[in-house]
Structures are given as structure tokens and as C-alpha cells.
């Protein structure tokens, strides 16, 4: 899309209505906010009733600001719920995940009766080792069938599931091994990444050295490398649970039981070890995904392109799609392992109807070029979602354009690890979507924009995001430190959940999520959202990827520092970077306004990356303010920012 087609797209207020066919067989219908405004707590109460319960609540929502409990009186398995119930009705048979290795040619197809099977003999080796309900099992696992298996065993037996994701360090996952006292540990000897076996054995016998409570350690051979081994505690996976019986019958837990913790990454303090209760976590995920994705159980195949380490893969590859009885993709490797059309062969080869990912991921398809997935045939595809930070509207344009052929709804998701599930989203089939913008908040979600004082602000403005009242899938407190809890969250505006992101609203009501709100910056008394300026250097054609931070100025108070990778062509073709940085410059002005012109632009290949694909901006504060850099050991690339600093050492301040 050329810069002035998308400019007239933007400026006139273009949207994209559901087709009439896709409306007319869409899960959901517009009736359903109606329903879900006049008693969202019963509307709540609705949906819960679809899980199996073993003892049906007869409870809904009981709120002690902050804390909340709903369908306290009911006892229900979440394992039971995703994998059991499914089997029962007949569909055994049915497939659960295609399972697609790093390494083209390798793949496995595990049916749903295969999955119980598979499940039960992993909680029976479990409670073998010694877990019980309420223990905690740390799980550091790449993206193997085996990870999805050992998620289930553990909340099977009503013990807590704390995932780190496989990328992080020794130290990382120490930290949060003591932190929840977890006293067992499943892991790999490895994992694949573009062909080459990449160890996380060593990480696993480096943190247990200063957790002296573990007491078993559960390891599935991947990669077949040697191994440090700790007789009496290590385990092959193969040795233990292949001799397992195939049947288990499970136990029934309170809807209020814990069932995972799951730790924020991102901060320097202490992590937070964020935790979810089984009833009211698996009514918000299953039905979000019903609703928001239109999935059809019995016709689509769902890739959510995530890892399990975060909460994008709890709720939306194991708990939402399987307590559905969804047929998914599950793919170990990166977006070019094997070609940087791998992606697009995964969805041609497996029929893939509903994708959903990252837009960082889609700007780096977007880098890559339109002819790779033009190469393929998507005509499956007839649903795309993304996740975990606002798109920019030219990477919606191209994500609709390229992979979704114009034809496919996209859903824009908005959410955190607290909330659970998705909070604000549109429902395909019901909501006209504009590019760049979350839409509207979810049925039962009171979601609103406020004002510093805490007054909600009308269309045309912004300000913080807030939740007013509970919903089923938010978390119960941080682990172990319900203080922290209530100064972290409530505290800002009492009575209100607050979410830490700016928003606004535009003209017609629709929410525009603008980041993290220690993202906002502070340019000659004007308060300018990263994100804005993001969006407007990425508008621009040459430009792939933007991250935009803040920095200290003796003038303005704080200056605009953009660090910028440029699309492959605009690479070939440029020679003077004077030129295209001050091109991108004047562009910001004309987008935004002179205000926001930046004061230094730094081009450079790569950005510092988090392994789940984040930009690290904390990192490049540092390198903007010319201070020492903290931890670097999450970033799937150490060395990029290191090479980001020394460009800012051989480039100077702008005149203007």
C-alpha cells in the first residue's frame, strides 16, 4: 500500500464491515452485548455453565475490592474440561494439534483420545515423583507436544503450573523457582532453532543450584545431547512416563483453586508472580475464544503463533482452544526456519483457517516481502487476530492485504498477563474494524478512558485505561504478596483496575490502545505517545520496524529518540542515510505535527529483541540516555544493542 493511500484510508475514517455471510453464521450476534450490559454478572454466570462441573456453582461473583471470587461453590478439572469431556462425547477421534517441527519433515498429529491418554500417563509419572494438589511444578520447555501434555497432568492433579519461558536464563528462572517454592521441575534436554539443537538442560542443573528445595526434575529427550545428570533427581521422560498406565481418573477442585502462576517479565524488581483460579480463568478464555475467534470446532484448524512460555500460549493454545474442542497448529521453530516462507507453507499444507500472532511479527513479514506469501495458497484463511502490543495501521493494511486477501476480518485483541483473556476486541461478524484500533471492550468487560483525576474522558480523547468492574478471568493477586498486589493495580485510581496503558477514543468510540503509559513522553510540555510516533515512521513505505523512546533534553525537557529498521528494498536502494533519516523526520511532522518531528533518528538492522519478539525499549532508554545497560540476558540477540550504541556514538543531534 502506497504512504498517500494509506493516509486517505486513515484520514477518512475508513472501516471494514463483516460480509453479510460471515455475519449471518458468526458464533456471535449483536444481540449479545445488549444481553451481556443488563447483568453482566449473570451473563458471566451463562457462560460458565457450558464447562463441566462436577458440582454446579450455585455462586457468581462475590467482590471484596480487589478481590474477587466467582462460582466459588462449584468444583470442576481443567484438564478434565480441555482434553476428557471431549472424548466422552464421542470425539475422540477428532484431532488436537498437528504438531510441526523446527526442522521441515518432522511432524506428529495427536488426536484428542490420544492427548488423554498421553495426559494421563504424565499425571500418573507425576504423582509417581511425589506431586500433590497444590504443589508447584516449574515447567521450562520448548514448543513440544510433551509442554502442553505436562500443563495438563499438573492442574489434572490440582497442583500449580508455573511456565518460564524456555528463553530465558538460569538466573530468570531461579528467581522465580524460589519465588513460588516450586520443589519440582519439568524440562528438555534442548530445543531446535533453524536446524541447530540449542541445550536447556545446562540452564535447568545452573538455576537448581541455588533451589535446594527441588526435588525432582522431569526430562523429555528432544535434541539428544549430552547431559549433566544429578542421579536421584534427574528423570528421563521416556523412563517414567512410557510405563505409565493410560488412564487416570481425575479429582474435582474448588472453581477458586489455584491453577498456574505466571510471571511478568520486563522488570528490574523482584518478578511478579501473577496467579489464576481454575472456574473463573477457564469460563473467560474458553468463551473469548468462541466468540472472538468465530471458531467452528468441527471445520477450522487454529494457529495461535505463540510460545506456551507466556500468557498468549495458557490461554489461547491450551485452555480456550481445547476446552472447545479445537483442531491447532502447534510449531516449534521460528518464522524462517527453513525459508522465509515457512509460515506460509505451514498454513497452505495444514488448511489454516484462524491465525493469530504478534505485529511485530507481522512487521518482520512484512520486511521480508508480499511474495512470499503470494507464493502460497491462503485461500483457508478466514480469520486473523493479533496480540500483545498495538498494530500500526499500515502493518493491519498489510496483514488484511497480503495474508488475508481482503477478505478476512481481523480481530485486534487487547489484554494482559493479569486480565487473563482478551478484554477489548472486536466480534467478527458484528463489529466494522478500522486499522490500528482494539474496537470495543468485550460483553461483561466494563472497560473505560479517564482523566488523571479519574473522570472518564469523551470521544476524541485520551488518557488511561481502566477496568471499573470484575470479570471472571482476571487474577486473583500476585503470589504470596497481596500488598503489592493492591498498590501495583488498584491504587492509581481506587475502586478502578488499572491497566498501566494509555487509550483513547476517537470520534465514533472506538478504543485505541497507545502502550505502556511510561511510554508517554514529555516534549515541550505536550504528551506524546510512543506509539503515535511508532505508527507514523512505520506509515512510511521504506520503513519496516520503529521503536521510539524518550530521552533527556536540556530544551525541550525530553527529545524524541527513533530507532528505525528499513524494508529490505529501501536497504538496496539507499546510500545516503542523511537523506532517508531526514525524509523520515520531515514525514513524522506532516503525520503527527512538527511537535513530534524526532530529534534523532538511528538506523540500524536489528532491534533488541525479546525472545518472545517484544522490542526491549527499557534498553533503549538506556542507550538514548547514554546510561549503563541493565540485564540483556532475555534478548534473543545480546550483542544488537551493544551495536545500536555504538551508532548513537558516531551520530549527532539534529539542528532542528
Given at each position: 500500500m502506497t504512504e498517500a493511500k494509506l493516509e486517505a484510508l486513515l484520514n477518512e475514517g475508513r472501516s471494514f464491515a463483516p460480509s453479510a455471510q460471515f455475519a449471518q453464521q458468526a458464533n456471535a450476534q449483536p444481540s449479545i452485548y445488549a444481553q451481556a450490559a443488563a447483568d453482566p454478572v449473570a451473563w458471566?454466570?451463562?457462560?460458565?455453565?457450558?464447562?463441566?462441573?462436577?458440582t454446579t456453582p450455585t455462586k457468581s461473583l462475590e467482590w471484596d475490592l480487589p478481590f474477587a471470587k466467582w462460582f466459588s461453590d462449584g468444583t470442576l478439572n481443567a484438564s478434565y474440561n480441555c482434553v476428557d469431556r471431549h472424548v466422552a462425547a464421542g470425539k475422540g477421534d477428532k484431532v488436537a494439534f498437528h504438531w510441526i517441527a523446527d526442522a521441515e519433515g518432522e511432524s506428529r498429529t495427536i488426536t484428542y483420545a490420544q492427548l488423554q491418554k498421553l495426559v494421563s500417563q504424565a499425571a500418573n509419572a507425576l504423582s509417581e515423583l511425589g506431586v500433590v494438589s497444590g504443589d508447584r511444578v516449574a515447567v521450562y520447555m520448548p514448543m513440544i507436544p510433551e509442554a502442553v501434555v505436562t500443563m495438563l497432568a499438573i492442574v489434572r492433579l490440582g497442583a500449580i503450573h508455573s511456565v518460564v519461558f524456555a528463553g530465558f536464563s538460569a538466573e530468570a528462572l531461579s528467581s522465580?523457582?524460589?519465588?513460588?517454592?516450586c520443589q519440582f521441575v519439568v524440562t528438555a534436554d534442548g530445543a531446535f532453532r533453524r536446524g541447530a539443537p540449542s541445550p536447556l538442560k545446562p540452564a535447568v542443573d545452573e538455576a537448581l543450584a541455588s533451589c535446594p528445595n527441588v526435588k525432582a526434575?522431569?526430562?523429555?529427550?528432544?535434541?539428544?545431547?549430552?547431559v549433566d545428570w544429578k542421579d536421584g533427581r534427574d528423570h528421563w521422560w521416556h523412563e517414567v512416563v512410557d510405563r505409565q498406565s493410560e488412564e487416570h481418573v481425575c479429582e474435582s477442585f474448588p472453581a477458586e483453586h489455584t491453577m498456574f502462576i505466571m510471571y511478568t517479565s520486563g522488570t528490574t524488581a523482584k518478578p511478579k508472580g501473577i496467579f489464576h483460579t481454575t472456574g473463573g480463568y477457564l469460563t473467560h478464555v474458553s468463551t473469548t475464544y468462541r466468540l472472538i475467534f468465530d471458531v467452528k470446532p468441527d471445520l477450522d484448524v487454529c494457529w495461535t503463533a505463540a510460545d506456551i512460555g507466556w500468557i498468549t500460549g495458557h490461554s489461547y493454545i491450551v485452555y480456550g482452544p481445547l476446552i472447545n474442542g479445537a483442531t491447532q497448529v502447534m510449531y516449534e521453530g521460528l518464522p524462517d526456519s527453513g525459508g522465509r516462507d515457512r509460515w506460509w507453507k505451514i498454513v497452505e499444507e495444514n488448511k489454516v483457517s484462524i491465525l493469530y500472532t504478534a505485529p511485530t511479527t507481522i512487521r518482520t513479514l512484512m520486511k521480508w516481502g508480499g511474495e512470499h506469501p503470494a507464493g502460497h495458497d491462503l485461500s483457508t484463511l478466514r480469520l486473523l487476530g493479533t496480540v500483545g502490543e498495538p498494530i500500526n495501521p499500515e502493518a493491519w493494511m498489510w496483514y488484511r492485504e497480503h495474508i488475508g486477501g481482503d477478505?478476512?476480518?481481523?480481530?485486534?485483541?487487547?489484554?494482559?498477563?493479569?486480565?487473563?483473556?482478551?478484554?477489548?476486541?472486536?466480534?467478527?461478524?458484528?463489529?466494522?474494524?478500522?486499522?490500528g484500533a482494539a474496537m470495543t471492550p468485550f460483553p461483561g468487560i466494563s472497560a473505560d478512558i479517564v482523566d488523571n483525576d479519574g473522570n472518564s474522558v469523551g470521544n476524541g480523547e485520551g488518557g488511561y485505561l481502566v477496568l471499573t468492574q470484575p470479570w471472571p478471568g482476571m487474577?486473583?493477586?500476585?503470589?504470596?504478596?497481596?500488598?503489592?498486589?493492591?498498590?501495583?493495580y488498584w491504587s492509581r485510581f481506587p475502586g478502578k483496575y488499572f491497566a498501566g496503558d494509555g487509550a483513547k477514543r476517537d470520534k465514533d468510540g472506538?478504543?485505541?490502545?497507545?502502550?505502556?503509559?511510561?511510554?508517554?513522553?514529555n516534549i515541550s510540555g505536550h504528551r506524546l505517545s510512543t506509539t503515535e510516533v511508532e505508527h507514523a515512521l512505520v506509515s512510511h513505505p521504506s520503513v519496516a520496524e520503529a521503536a521510539v523512546v524518550g530521552a533527556s533534553d536540556d530544551t525541550t525537557g525530553q527529545a524524541i529518540v527513533a530507532f528505525v529498521t528499513l524494508r529490505l528494498s529501501a536497504e538496496d536502494a539507499t546510500g545516503d542515510q542523511t537523506a532517508i533519516v531526514e525524509e523520515l523526520r520531515t514525514h513524522v511532522a506532516k503525520v503527527i505535527g512538527p511537535i513530534a518531528k524526532p530529534r534523532q533518528i538511528i538506523l540500524t538492522p536489528e532491534l533488541p529483541k525479546t525472545r518472545s519478539g517484544k522490542i526491549m525499549r527499557r534498553l533503549l532508554r538506556d542507550v538514548a540516555e547514554n546510561r549503563s545497560l541493565g540485564d540483556v540476558t532475555t534478548l534473543t540477540d545480546p550483542t544488537v544493542v551493544n551495536m545500536i550504541a555504538g551508532l548513537m556514538e558516531t551520530k549527532g543531534d539534529s539542528d532542528d
Open positions: 458471566w454466570k451463562s457462560q460458565a455453565d457450558q464447562l463441566t462441573w462436577t522465580r523457582i524460589i519465588d513460588s517454592d526434575v522431569l526430562v523429555v529427550r528432544r535434541t539428544g545431547g549430552e477478505r478476512c476480518p481481523i480481530v485486534d485483541t487487547w489484554w494482559q498477563t493479569e486480565t487473563g483473556g482478551i478484554l477489548i476486541s472486536p466480534l467478527p461478524g458484528i463489529t466494522a474494524t478500522k486499522p487474577t486473583r493477586g500476585i503470589y504470596g504478596d497481596p500488598e503489592r498486589f493492591k498498590e501495583t472506538a478504543y485505541w490502545l497507545l502502550g505502556r503509559i511510561d511510554d508517554v513522553m
